[in-house]
């Protein structure tokens, strides 16, 4: 299972510059401690837990049962938020506030609750830039369920393609039959 240090990321302040009092500080080391959680999901051991496997990892997890990436993405991120923001964000007040807002994040990203930590817009920005594609494929068929269909389609063109050439032959010995 992939390792990341809480220690080593330490917190992250919140944006400079917004109003008195908007936004303390949030721990981001409390959130990445659930990081070997998500990454278990994956299955990513800790020697292949590179920047490219990991890529693959979450678009094979995605594709292989959209509804559950759907699910992890909205319930988990949402969480993910109300952790971010509680304490800080007074419309934030249950984890089901996260969820919400992060549901809607995957399409019109309306909600009466806006971020005000710097992990807040993270999480808030990552599902808005790929909650869309992940809500779009969400009827899709599973992964397993599209390589069988298109296993059975191969297995139904070579039967047909078996049955040509038989055919063919046939008309071959017809021909020769006639030319005699």
Same mark, same amino acid.
């Given at each position: 299972m992939a390792h990341i240090d809480p220690d080593q990321v330490g917190d992250v302040r919140s944006s400079p510059g #917004?109003?008195?009092g908007a936004s303390p500080a949030v721990d981001l080391g409390a959130? /990445? #401690?659930l990081a070997p959680f998500a990454l278990a999901l994956l299955d990513v051991d800790e020697a292949a837990a590179t920047y490219a496997s990991l890529k693959q990892d979450v678009r094979r997890f995605a594709k292989g049962d959209p509804v559950d990436a759907l699910l !992890?993405? !909205? !319930? $988990?991120g949402g969480i993910a938020f109300y /952790?971010?923001?509680r304490g800080t964000n007074p419309a934030c007040r249950s984890p089901w506030? $996260?969820?919400?807002y992060l549901a809607t994040c995957l399409s019109v990203g309306y909600d009466n609750l806006f971020p005000t930590t710097t992990t807040g817009h993270a999480l808030a920005s990552a599902v808005q830039t790929f909650g869309p594609a992940l809500a779009n494929m969400a009827f899709d068929a599973p992964a397993a369920e599209t390589? %069988?269909?298109a296993a059975a389609t191969a297995a139904a063109a070579a039967e %047909?393609?078996?049955?040509n050439r038989q055919i063919l032959a046939r008309l071959d010995d017809i !021909? #020769? /039959? /006639?030319d005699r």
């Open positions: #917004r109003a008195a959130l /990445l #401690r !992890v993405t !909205v !319930v $988990g /952790l971010a923001e506030d $996260g969820i919400l390589a %069988a269909a %047909a393609a078996d049955v !021909v #020769r /039959l /006639l």
